[in-house]
Each structure stands twice: as C-alpha cells, then as structure tokens.
C-alpha cells in the first residue's frame, strides 16, 4: 500500500511535544529573553525531534517586510560596480538584509529602475545611475526608503552618497604635475553629455592645470562614449597617432587607464618613464597590472556600509529619510604607473591605508596595498 505524502511539520506540532504553548514556541523561535532555559531547551529538542523549519520569508511578510534591499547598477560588466555590489551584498548580509541586483544598462532601463524594482516587494533600493539629472527630482520622490549613489542634484528629496569628483581628481592630476609632468591627457571626459561624474572630473582635472600655470590644451581632451579597456586603448592611440606631446594620462576611471596602458606599451611606450598614468576606483585588479595602476580610491566598502546603514535605519529604527548630500572621503593610491623618471614614488610615505572616517559603518574588509594613500581633502562623512 502506497504510503501518504506526510506533510510537514507545524508550529502547532513543535508546541504539542515540547508540551508548552504556541506562542511558547514563538517567543523562543524569536529569540524572546524571558522564557527559561529549561522551556527553550525542551522547545529546541522538539524542533530537532520533528525537523521543523521557521517559515522566515512568511514571518517578514506578516511583519511588512522582505529583509531584501534593492541594488540598481548600470552594468557588472564593469568592474567597480561588480566590486559595489560585492560590496552592498556584505554589508546588507551582516545586517540580515539580502539583494537584489537590477542591472539597468541603457538609459531608458534606469530612468525605470526603481519602479521596476519594487515590483518584487523589495524594502528599500540602492540606486547607482550614470546619471542623475536636476529634472530626475520628481522621479526621487518615493514614498520607501531610497538612496542615491552618485552625484548629487540641487535640491535632493532623497539622500546621495557621493565623493568629490572634481577634487578627487584635481588631486590625481596635481599629482603628476607635482612629479614634473606637464603635458597631461585627459581620457574619459563627456563634455555635451548627460554624465556629470565625468564633467566633474574634467573640471578637477583643469583646475589642477590652472593651478600650477599649465596652459589648457583640447586636444588632449579625449572623449570616450564607454568607460571600457577598448575606449581606453583607441584614446591612447588617438593621441599617439595625432602627434600629442603626452608625458602623463589621467582617467575617468581604471578600466580606461588600463586600456590605454595597454596601448602604450604596444606602441612602445614606458609606462611610467615615458608616460605616466593614473586611474580612478581603486579596483582590485589596478593592484596588479604592469606596472601596478596609480588610482584614486573609493572605497568600496564605506560606501556601501554606508547605504546600508540609510536605509536600515529608516526600516528599523523609523529615522527620517534626510535630504542631502553624504560626502566621502577619496585616496589617491600611489603604485608605479606614475613613478617619477629616477624609479621613485612622486611624493607620499609609507602605506597608511585610508582615513577612518565613519565610526558607526562596517569595518572595511583589508585590501591590497601596493603603494602608499595619499588621503584625499573631501569632507568627513556628513551631511553638507
């Protein structure tokens, strides 16, 4: 005779043998302080007896939420929000949050992102746009918990974590101008676009030029439509084959540094004594390429501990979603992409590693150091 499906065991069921209540059972499934030991001990024997299994997904249903947080990134293709989202998924785990990562790549995908998202009941959404425009804001205007990684609008109906773009990278243009460089590139810039992180970038990269009387020249302005090791590579190319006078190149960021390293030294280029270059993200891979990348660190895990901690807030303890404008701190990493011409390190000593800069975040995990931070002058996190 066939042997009935058995179905599994209840709550209910637990409470019968362990000889206690259902809501005994509840309160010590929860975690509740005031039930005796001898009362948990019995409990637990009774779930290991029977196999029972806490319904988790069930409970935060009841309770209003799915403990899953929304990330929303242009592509995992690239590196740094491959790394972001490593990252967010860390930081959301240490805090029993789960993610879900919306991968918006093209325009049209991202203007969509966060109505798309919270059709999965997500609680709340980590949104890192190419770009974010003043004429967005009615978009920002949600009614769950939302922050904007990236930067900033005027007048932000919703908070935005984003490092100082220009400063970051006037420091790493200053850099070589402090080495002796005088005929930089620029690689990566938007100048008509809707990407304002790379305008931004451009105009550190130009006060840096004014600020030590070196003539601005457009032609080594060099416009990329992706920030990949293909457009990096054909801008470094472009330079070369157009006959720029070029000691140095700085970056939008180091997937372009890398491709242009690359063309470089195909066309028989030292890097650094011909040419020096500097990236920008700090992506583990600029540890390791030859030579090893000079980049502008942003520090992956403050960032995303950072948008965690926003939004949990808000979930868990009712703390008001505050407009405004999250700053982080930057580092320039010096490593030997932009050696001076002797084999030694621009300027800087020893490696220091980062600023500590927020007391209340998740302790950033170690990450390869080859070189010295040079720590940057953005603001301590804060609202500005």
């Known amino acids: 005779m066939a042997q009935g499906h058995r179905s599994p065991p209840t709550m209910s069921d637990v409470a019968a043998v362990a000889g206690v209540s259902k809501k005994t059972v509840s309160n010590v499934l929860s975690g509740y302080e005031h039930v005796s030991v001898r009362t948990r001990d019995r409990v637990m ?20 939420r799915s403990k899953v947080l929304g990330l929303a990134v242009p592509e995992l293709r690239q590196a740094y929000f491959a790394e ?36 999965h009941s997500i609680d709340g959404i980590i949104y ?34 984003a490092m100082s773009n ?36 451009l105009r550190g990269y130009r006060e840096a030029l004014d600020d030590h009387g070196v003539p601005f020249a457009p032609e080594r302005v060099v416009p990329t439509a992706l920030w990949h090791r ?24 180091d997937a372009l540094a890398l491709g242009a390293m690359s063309a470089l030294q195909l066309a028989g280029r030292t890097v650094p004594d011909d040419v020096a270059v500097v990236g920008f993200d700090d992506i583990e891979e600029s540890a390791y390429s030859t030579p090893a990348l000079t980049t502008v660190s942003a520090d992956f895990d403050r960032t995303a501990a950072t948008a965690v901690g926003v939004l949990v807030a808000q979930l868990e303890e009712g703390a008001p979603a505050t407009p405004g404008v999250l700053r982080s701190r930057h580092a320039l990493v010096v490593r030997a992409s932009s050696a001076t011409r002797s084999g030694r390190e621009a300027r800087g000593g020893p490696a220091t590693g980062l600023p500590s800069v927020l007391g209340w975040c998740l302790r950033p995990r170690p990450a390869p150091q080859v070189g010295h931070a040079v720590p940057g002058s953005a603001r301590r996190w804060g609202a500005r």
């Not at 779930?47 to 988790?56: Q, R």
Request: proline fraction near 7%.
């Open 45 to 64: 024997a009774a779930v290991d007896e029977l196999g029972y299994e806490l319904n988790v997904s069930a409970r935060n249903f009841r309770a209003g």
């Open 84 to 119: 972001l989202a490593d990252a967010v998924i860390r930081a959301a785990g240490a805090v029993g949050y789960t993610v879900l990562i919306e991968q918006t790549a093209s325009g049209v995908r991202e203007a969509d992102a966060i109505t798309r998202m919270r059709e």
């Open 128 to 161: 890192s746009p190419l770009t974010v425009r003043p004429s967005d804001a009615a978009a920002l205007e949600v009614k769950f918990p939302l922050v904007v990684l990236g930067e900033p609008i005027p007048d932000a109906p919703v908070p935005f974590i």
């Open 166 to 201: 220009a400063d970051a990278l006037r420091d790493a243009t200053t850099h070589l101008l402090d080495a002796g460089r005088r005929s930089i590139a620029f690689i990566g810039s938007d100048p008509a676009g809707p990407v304002r992180t790379a305008q931004e970038r």
């Open 230 to 253: 293909a457009e990096g590579a054909a801008a470094a190319r472009q330079l070369l084959e157009a006959g720029v006078p070029v000691d140095g190149i700085v970056c939008c960021n």
